[in-house]
């Protein structure tokens, strides 16, 4: 799954083929052909762990947040760069071609739909908020769709300066939301 990702990185859709992510495995192209008969399938098996993994990387790092609105910036942080790297340029390259390809676009919209969901309740999650309070679905959504903006800004040239002074500027606004949801959870 590495490979897949790597590949899809470094070489975009139209340079990743069973055959070289079968090569950057180590593995034979029958070999990975054998568990994923067509590129698409790989790809979405790709697609899966990679959020899975992202996943299990946030819940990790959100064991060591602070709880109340000083939890705000440290998350800010962690949600904008979750879309910097190798992984989200896989994503984006992915993303790009099924812009054009039918058949890529219907086998990505749903599973797309699904990581945005996991997206949004692992932001919920993390900043410990109550999603029923009027606005707060739509500020989390709103620091998800900034996140991947300034994941853009990113890919040309490093934007990690600027995105820093974002994230502290967007976890001020963010901390009375999570105030709230953090006097919420302790009422309960």
Known sequence: MDA???CLAELGWNGTTVGVIAERAGVS???????????EQLVVAAVEFLTEEQIAELREQAAALPEGPSR???VARM???L???PKFRAALHLWVAASTDDALRAILAPLEAQVGREAHRMAVELLGVDES????REIVQATLDLARGLGLANLLTDDTKRREQIARQWATLLEPMVAE???SAAAR
């Open 29 to 39: 192209r029958g070999a990975a052909q054998h568990h994923f008969p067509t590129r």
């Open 72 to 74: 705000a910036g440290p």
């Open 83 to 85: 879309y910097t790297g």
């Open 4 to 6: 897949a990702v790597e």
């Open 181 to 183: 949801g953090s006097g």
């Open 79 to 81: 949600l904008l760069n």
């Open 133 to 136: 309070r009027q606005g707060v």
